[in-house]
């Protein structure tokens, strides 16, 4: 007997190819996404725990003005440090002639060659500047990737208002520097960003650091809270310009990383969650009308003496059958998709090994899920079918009692010919069919927009930040703050159209028990090329007597506009003062806050004074404008708008692309998969009923209007549904995708709808000319025979 349905089960795959193919590929989609974010997530946190145990990565941060090295032992003694690595950290200007603007560069002092005790570095080229080579230097892999950049060239860096050569003496990866970004920008630009590792000796010489750091890392006990520890660092080194210590959590490039880390955490649950979802469930409604369409076949066999557990078995391999085609499928497109996602990572985190390692687990897992889905829609129809007697299962399912249906009594009946009754007839008598149909295609359209809004996203995060928030197109800061009167200065360069003075201010905010280290930036009510804008995208002024938060920063302090938080400058005077919230405004990079420049002026007793600028320029004169800014020694670092969207392109909109063409891909699959089947199993199950119309006369095109008329009233019904549930879903992934580095909006294109839309008619249109063709080869006298 076992023999004899298992020829059966093979002669069923093979008659069904079209929906083993379609079914299988619904399994394949779910566990390729569920297989591939774990699986990707698990490799990056892997790599980077891995470089940060190797590189001795630090746990506390702290940048100050200049202290002594004899402090050192002091910072030693507090209660849980078990190292302290004192060094000098300035950040410069490099003249480097391949580019007309100035490159940034940060430049950091080694003392043990690179092997340091805290912060080591990988050399992935050539050495570390050797202990008394003042004229060396090792420059990071990005930069040197981005600009051909070899061990043994030379490189002119603007020190003190001089200019000196250093030998390139290797190429190295730092745990510190894994996003390496240029201060007060979320974004690298590896082409004009660089870090620069010398020996303590030349450092020392070129800013008059002898005997003396201007920054430390610290490096704590296994368990120690870093918080004690950090206030202790607060009190100790206030005297020496302390800016405050910082957790390894708010480490520039930690911090982005961990928030690309815990973004795609996030997508390894949510997203799987949503493909996954939708996935078994169609396969559980699918396997489920499939076995159900099988009724006869399954009354003959009982009354052939085959027992209800071995019929069970039987069904159950079909569907298993199906479930390991579908999940060999999956884990091999989960593979591809987590090596195509780690290939993107490379370019952007600088990590000595990021291997793609498939999460053995998470393939169990996906398979296992498929099965228990697929199992429970077998189970449940065999259920209705093995409960009655062979004699009673052999006849065709009791017909609908045709009567006037719910929708008749909406619509006057003369509204409607003989087949379009029909068909609303057919449509309201079997509402389960129908709502499984509907639900299917509501639930492939959304998946169609997750996978195409990231274009939105991006769109949208350009125009408000750097369209509607920032709108000059260069902005340069200076080493120091400086008097108003610079911004005359600038404004007479050639080509400045426009420039605007701002105060950036380094400050500890503190709210109850939430505090934040950040900067304040200060404007004034007139200026026009930074304005922060609120949810609305309405332009807001900096109240002259309180501050604005961006909505990010006032989540992580628990604010809300109207309450008090504690500013504590930490530079100058470090004056502490209550401020209300005045306004939450919305950007997409970043957590900044804003006063009013006087204000903020007088809250730190430094008179009229600026610290960076933003400029408008006519375009064809940034270049020169960028060339002579390269000889000015008050200018820290020069950024143009133009570089930043074409990093920002390349770095984050490049990377979510990648992820979003292959959710697509993912959808489509989805998409077609619903629509073909629920087309497909309709016929199955309507062919009795279609074969009796061709025998009373109907031709083949109007018994294939019949049942593609119910079709699309349903997609009718199912692609607005899906439109509205998008909404749902996008808003539900925005909201859980951003980050402090990035706010993602919920927002959804005209386009992106039409697009999904389009895909799904697709899909039925193509649905329909494969299952128009069988309809016109139905075997009238096979259909019509039944078993009395």
Not at 453 to 462: L, V
Request: with cysteine.
């Amino acid at each position: 007997m076992v023999s004899l349905l298992d020829r059966k089960l093979w002669r069923d795959i093979g008659a069904m190819r079209g929906q083993v193919v379609t079914i299988a590929l619904l399994v394949a989609a779910g566990v390729a996404v569920f297989v591939g974010s774990v699986s990707t997530y698990l490799s990056l946190r892997g790599g980077c725990e891995q470089f940060y145990a190797d590189g001795r990565f630090p746990q506390i941060f702290v940048t100050l003005k200049r202290a002594p090295l004899a402090l050192v032992p002091r910072l030693n003694s507090i209660p849980g440090v078990v190292a302290v690595e004192p060094r000098i950290v300035r950040e410069v200007i490099v003249d480097w002639p391949a580019v007309s603007q100035p490159v940034s560069a940060r430049l950091v002092s080694l003392t043990h060659a690179g092997d340091e005790p805290l912060a080591r570095l990988h050399l992935r080229r050539g050495t570390a500047p050797e202990p008394g080579a003042a004229r060396s230097a090792a420059v990071n892999e990005a930069f040197a990737d981005a600009n051909g950049v070899r061990p043994g060239g030379e490189i002119r860096v603007l020190l003190n208002g001089r200019v000196q050569g250093f030998r390139i003496s290797g190429i190295a990866l730092s745990p510190e520097y894994v996003y390496a970004v240029k201060p007060g920008l979320p974004i690298p630009d590896d082409r004009l960003y660089a870090i620069l590792w010398v020996d303590r000796s030349a450092a020392e010489a070129a800013f008059d650091m002898k005997g003396a750091f201007n920054d430390a890392v610290i490096a704590l006990a296994p368990g120690v809270d870093p918080k004690p520890v950090i206030e202790e660092l607060d009190r100790l080194l206030e005297p020496y310009g302390s800016i405050g210590a910082i957790a390894r959590r708010d480490q520039p490039s930690n911090r982005f990383l961990e928030d690309e880390l815990n973004q795609q955490k996030v997508m390894s649950i949510t997203i799987p969650i949503i493909f996954f979802g939708v996935a078994t469930f169609l396969l559980n409604g699918a396997l489920g009308r499939l076995v159900a369409a099988q009724r006869e076949q399954i009354a003959a066999l009982k009354a052939l003496g085959f027992p209800t557990l071995l019929l069970t078995l039987h069904y159950l391999k079909l569907m298993l059958v199906i479930v390991l085609i579908g999940s060999a499928l999956g884990i091999a497109g989960g593979f591809g998709f987590g090596h195509a996602m780690i290939a993107s990572y490379q370019g952007f985190f600088r990590l000595p090994e990021l291997p793609f390692r498939l999460a053995p687990w998470a393939a169990v897992a996906g398979v296992a899920i498929s099965i228990a889905a697929g199992a429970f829609g077998v189970i449940t129809a065999l259920q209705e079918v093995v409960g009655l007697a062979p004699a009673e299962a052999m006849r065709p399912a009791m017909p609908l009692g045709f009567r006037r249906s719910w929708i008749e009594r909406i619509v006057p009946g003369r509204a409607f010919g003989a087949r379009r009754m029909m068909m609303l007839r057919n449509v309201a008598g079997r509402p389960f069919r129908s709502l499984f149909t509907i639900i299917g295609i509501a639930f492939a359209v959304p998946m169609m927009v997750l996978g195409i809004f990231w274009r939105d996203a991006i769109g949208d995060m350009i125009e408000l930040q750097f369209n509607l928030v920032e709108r000059g197109n260069a902005m340069i800061t200076f080493v120091h703050p400086v008097d108003r009167a610079v911004l005359r200065d600038l404004a007479r360069q050639p080509g400045v159209l426009a420039v605007e003075g701002q105060r950036i201010v380094p400050v500890r905010l503190r709210a109850g028990h939430q505090s934040y280290l950040t900067s304040v930036i200060g404007l004034a009510a007139t200026d026009q090329l930074r304005r922060p804008h609120d949810s609305a995208r309405r332009p807001i002024v900096a109240a002259p007597d309180g501050i604005t938060l961006t909505r990010r920063l006032a989540e992580r302090l628990a604010l809300s506009a109207g309450q008090i938080v504690t500013v504590e400058a930490m530079e100058g005077r470090r004056r502490r003062r209550d401020v209300p919230v005045s306004a939450i405004v919305d950007e997409a990079v970043g957590m900044a806050s804003y006063m009013d420049i006087d204000t903020l002026n007088r809250f730190t007793g430094e008179g009229a004074a600026v610290s960076a600028a933003s400029l408008h320029v006519e375009p064809a004169a940034l270049a020169a404008l960028g060339a002579s800014f390269k000889t000015m020694p008050a200018i820290e670092s020069v950024t143009m708008k133009a570089y930043v969207i074409a990093s920002f392109m390349e770095k984050i909109a490049g990377l979510v692309f990648v992820v979003a063409g292959i959710l697509t891909g993912f959808a489509a699959i989805i998409t077609v998969g619903v629509v073909y089947n629920s087309a497909r199993i309709s016929l199955q199950e309507r062919a009795w009923e279609l074969a009796s119309l061709r025998v009373l006369g109907f031709t083949r095109s109007e018994v294939a209007g019949i049942l593609f008329g119910e079709f699309a009233l349903d997609i009718a019904v199912g692609i607005p549904l899906g439109l509205l549930l998008s909404r749902g879903v996008i808003a539900l992934i925005a909201h859980l995708h951003s980050s402090e580095s990035f706010q993602i909006p919920g927002v959804i294109a005209l386009q992106t709808y039409l697009i999904a839309t389009a895909v799904v008619l697709a899909s039925a249109a193509i649905s329909a000319i494969i299952v128009r063709r069988r309809v016109d080869r139905l075997d009238l006298v096979a259909a019509l025979k039944t078993r009395e």
